[in-house]
C-alpha cells in the first residue's frame, strides 16, 4: 500500500499488507487484538487466524486470499485488521448476493472485494485493532485505501462492535444491522435459578427436553488435554454431517481442528454425548474472556431434543458455573428464543466505492435496518422468561 495518514508534519502512519499472518509475530499481533484477558475473543487471535491458513481452510484457491493490514508509525505496528480479497461471498454470514447481482447486471464488477472478518465465523467482536481511537480511524481509512488501491469493488467489516461501528461510520461505512439470539447470565448460581426466571410452561419444557436428550445417553463437558483424539475424530464426522448439509462441503478441514487443539487447547469446551460409550453427537465451543461461543455441532444419530441439549442448555450450564456472563450460539434460529436466548443487533459496515451503487446501498440499508430493529423489539415479546 501506499503510505497512509499525515500527523500534523509528525512520522507518518504507513499502511502496508501481508499475505500471511505468519508474517507478523504473533505477541505482537494479540497484544492489539486482545489487550485485555477479561474480554479475550479467540476469533481474532493469532493462533486462531494461523490455524485457518496453516490449514489450507483459508486460502487463495478457496477464494480468501488473505492481505492482513498492519499500520506502522516510525516502525512501530499501532494498529491492524484481519482483512481478505474475496472471490465470493461464502462463509460470512452477512448475505450480499443481491448486491453482487445487482452490480453485475448495472455492468459492474464486485468481486473481487475486501472483507475484514473472522473467516466462516458470525461472532462480534473487535475488527480495527489499536490501542488508541485515533489510530483505530487511520485504520479504517486504510480500508478504504486498499480497496482503491487494489481495484476492489467495496471493503467490508462483518460482526463489529458498537466502538468500531462508530468509528467506521465516522469514516464513510455504511452500517447494516443484521440480528442473532444470546443468552444473558443475570447472576444465576445455578441451571434452576435461571429456569425459576421463566414462565411456569417454558420451564417445564426445557425440563422436559433436558429429561429426554439425556435417556440412555451419557453427556460430557471436555477441556484441554480431555478433548482426545478419539473425540476430535468422531468430532469430524459430525462436522462433515454437518456441513455438508448446510453449505454442500464442509469449510474447514481436519487439519484446523488439529492446529487448534494445539495452539488453543485451552480456549475449547467440547460437549459430547455418547450411548454405551461411543459418541453419537458433539458440540464445540470457544471460551472468551466473558462468553462462551458455541461454534460446531453434528451428530450420527437423530435424538430428540439432543441438539437443544448439547448447543443451548450444556452451554448455559458452563456459563453459570465459570460465571461467563453470556453464551453466543452463532447465527440465526429463532428456536433458541424459547430456551432463553434473547433477539439482539449484530452490526457490519460496508464502503463501497462507486458512488451511484453505494447510494442505493444506503437507500436499501436504512429500509432494512429499520425492518430488522423492529423485528427485534417484535421478538422480544416471545422470550420465555416471566412477564412482570
Same mark, same amino acid.
Given at each position: 500500500?501506499?503510505?497512509?495518514?499525515?500527523?500534523?508534519?509528525?512520522?507518518? &502512519?504507513?499502511?502496508?499488507?501481508?499475505?500471511?499472518?505468519? +508474517?507478523?509475530?504473533?505477541?505482537?499481533?494479540?497484544?492489539?487484538?486482545?489487550?485485555?484477558?477479561?474480554?479475550?475473543?479467540?476469533?481474532?487471535?493469532?493462533?486462531?487466524?494461523?490455524?485457518? +491458513?496453516?490449514?489450507?481452510?483459508?486460502?487463495?484457491?478457496?477464494?480468501?486470499?488473505?492481505?492482513?493490514?498492519?499500520?506502522?508509525?516510525?516502525?512501530?505496528?499501532?494498529?491492524?485488521?484481519?482483512?481478505?480479497?474475496?472471490?465470493?461471498?461464502?462463509?460470512?454470514?452477512?448475505?450480499?448476493?443481491?448486491?453482487?447481482?445487482? $452490480?453485475?447486471?448495472?455492468?459492474?464488477?464486485?468481486?473481487?472485494?475486501?472483507?475484514?472478518?473472522?473467516? $466462516?465465523?458470525?461472532?462480534?467482536?473487535?475488527?480495527?485493532?489499536?490501542?488508541?481511537?485515533?489510530?483505530?480511524?487511520?485504520?479504517?481509512?486504510?480500508?478504504?485505501?486498499? #480497496? @482503491?488501491?487494489?481495484?476492489?469493488?467495496?471493503?467490508?467489516?462483518?460482526?463489529?462492535?458498537?466502538?468500531?461501528?462508530?468509528?467506521?461510520?465516522? #469514516?464513510?461505512?455504511?452500517?447494516?444491522?443484521?440480528?442473532?439470539?444470546?443468552?444473558?447470565?443475570?447472576?444465576?448460581?445455578?441451571? +434452576?435459578?435461571?429456569?425459576?426466571?421463566?414462565?411456569?410452561?417454558?420451564?417445564?419444557? @426445557?425440563?422436559?427436553?433436558?429429561?429426554?436428550?439425556?435417556?440412555?445417553?451419557?453427556?460430557?463437558?471436555?477441556?484441554?488435554?480431555?478433548?482426545?483424539?478419539?473425540?476430535?475424530?468422531?468430532?469430524?464426522?459430525?462436522?462433515?454431517?454437518?456441513?455438508?448439509?448446510?453449505?454442500?462441503?464442509?469449510?474447514?478441514?481436519?487439519?484446523?481442528?488439529?492446529?487448534? #487443539?494445539?495452539?488453543?487447547?485451552?480456549?475449547?469446551?467440547?460437549?459430547?454425548?455418547?450411548?454405551?460409550?461411543?459418541?453419537?453427537?458433539?458440540?464445540?465451543?470457544? &471460551?472468551?474472556?466473558?462468553?462462551?461461543?458455541?461454534?460446531?455441532?453434528?451428530?450420527?444419530?437423530?435424538?430428540? $431434543?439432543?441438539?437443544?441439549?448439547?448447543?443451548?442448555?450444556?452451554?448455559?450450564?458452563?456459563?453459570?458455573?465459570?460465571?461467563?456472563?453470556?453464551? +453466543?450460539?452463532?447465527?440465526?434460529?429463532?428456536?433458541?428464543? #424459547?430456551?432463553?436466548?434473547?433477539?439482539?443487533?449484530?452490526?457490519?459496515?460496508?464502503?463501497?466505492?462507486?458512488?451511484?451503487?453505494?447510494?442505493?446501498?444506503?437507500?436499501?440499508?436504512?429500509?432494512?435496518?429499520?425492518?430488522?430493529?423492529?423485528?427485534?423489539?417484535?421478538?422480544?415479546?416471545?422470550?420465555?422468561?416471566?412477564?412482570?
Amino acid at each position: 500500500m501506499a503510505d497512509g495518514v499525515d500527523k500534523d508534519g509528525a512520522d507518518k &502512519i504507513v499502511g502496508r499488507t501481508l499475505s500471511s499472518i505468519s +508474517e507478523i509475530d504473533a505477541a505482537t499481533w494479540n497484544n492489539l487484538a486482545n489487550p485485555s484477558p477479561e474480554a479475550y475473543n479467540p476469533f481474532v487471535s493469532h493462533e486462531f487466524l494461523s490455524a485457518l +491458513e496453516a490449514s489450507k481452510s483459508v486460502a487463495p484457491e478457496t477464494g480468501w486470499a488473505p492481505m492482513h493490514l498492519i499500520a506502522e508509525e516510525a516502525g512501530d505496528i499501532i494498529g491492524a485488521a484481519s482483512l481478505y480479497a474475496k472471490g465470493h461471498s461464502q462463509g460470512e454470514y452477512v448475505f450480499d448476493h443481491h448486491w453482487a447481482d445487482a $452490480f453485475h447486471r448495472a455492468g459492474g464488477r464486485y468481486y473481487p472485494k475486501l472483507l475484514s472478518a473472522a473467516p $466462516f465465523t458470525p461472532v462480534p467482536g473487535p475488527r480495527l485493532l489499536a490501542a488508541s481511537r485515533a489510530a483505530k480511524a487511520t485504520i479504517a481509512a486504510l480500508l478504504r485505501e486498499a #480497496a @482503491v488501491q487494489t481495484g476492489a469493488s467495496s471493503t467490508h467489516v462483518n460482526f463489529i462492535n458498537d466502538d468500531d461501528r462508530s468509528i467506521l461510520e465516522g #469514516a464513510g461505512f455504511l452500517p447494516r444491522m443484521g440480528e442473532q439470539y444470546h443468552w444473558f447470565n443475570r447472576g444465576y448460581d445455578t441451571f +434452576e435459578d435461571f429456569l425459576g426466571e421463566l414462565a411456569s410452561r417454558k420451564r417445564k419444557q @426445557v425440563r422436559r427436553e433436558r429429561r429426554e436428550a439425556a435417556e440412555d445417553i451419557k453427556i460430557h463437558q471436555l477441556r484441554g488435554d480431555e478433548i482426545t483424539e478419539r473425540h476430535w475424530d468422531a468430532f469430524w464426522i459430525f462436522y462433515q454431517d454437518t456441513g455438508a448439509r448446510k453449505w454442500g462441503q464442509p469449510y474447514l478441514t481436519r487439519t484446523f481442528f488439529r492446529l487448534i #487443539a494445539e495452539t488453543m487447547k485451552e480456549h475449547l469446551m467440547f460437549i459430547v454425548a455418547e450411548r454405551s460409550g461411543e459418541p453419537i453427537a458433539g458440540a464445540l465451543n470457544f &471460551i472468551g474472556g466473558d462468553a462462551l461461543y458455541g461454534r460446531y455441532w453434528g451428530c450420527t444419530e437423530d435424538v430428540p $431434543f439432543l441438539h437443544f441439549e448439547l448447543c443451548y442448555h450444556q452451554a448455559v450450564d458452563f456459563a453459570i458455573e465459570h460465571g461467563l456472563s453470556r453464551v +453466543e450460539a452463532g447465527a440465526q434460529g429463532q428456536h433458541k428464543i #424459547a430456551r432463553g436466548y434473547e433477539p439482539v443487533p449484530t452490526w457490519s459496515a460496508h464502503w463501497i466505492e462507486n458512488d451511484s451503487f453505494r447510494d442505493a446501498i444506503d437507500r436499501y440499508l436504512v429500509s432494512e435496518r429499520e425492518q430488522t430493529g423492529m423485528e427485534i423489539d417484535t421478538l422480544k415479546d416471545y422470550t420465555p422468561f416471566r412477564k412482570s
